[in-house]
Nanobody, 116 residues
Framework: QVQLEESGGGFVQAGGWLRLSCVFSANTNTMAWYRQVPGKQRELVAGLISDGSSKYADSVKGRFAIFRDIAKHTVYLQMNSLKPEDTAVYFC?????????????WGQGTQVTVSS
């Protein structure tokens, strides 16, 4: 089992930025960030696999970036030019299988609130 610990959520004004971090208890092959707002399904925001390939939701392309520090067992989500519609609970997700979305394990979630 892989344990995940997220941090970095908070409150920011539109146009600002935040960086989310997710520390894994072990290195893994598929890492992703999802988000969810009340009444809606959880959606994939960004994903990264161990060969460096990444994918993004259309709504965040050009504004968000997912990257990792292998030595620290950490994946990051850099969120720039934030918009009020980015407000959500963000979840880290992972799986040992390459390209598995969603993966088997989830973090507890961190709230991101963007004010207009």
């Amino acid at each position: 089992q892989v344990q995940l610990e997220e941090s970095g959520g908070g409150f920011v004004q539109a146009g600002g930025w935040l960086r989310l971090s997710c520390v894994f208890s072990a290195n893994t092959n598929t890492m992703a960030w999802y988000r969810q707002v009340p009444g809606k399904q959880r959606e994939l925001v960004a994903g990264l696999i161990s060969d460096g390939s990444s994918k993004y939701a259309d709504s965040v392309k050009g504004r968000f970036a997912i990257f990792r520090d292998i030595a620290k067992h950490t994946v990051y989500l850099q969120m720039n030019s934030l918009k009020p519609e980015d407000t959500a609970v963000y979840f880290c997700n992972t799986d040992p299988r390459v390209g598995m979305y969603p993966g088997r394990w989830w973090g507890q979630g961190t709230q991101v609130t963007v004010s207009s």
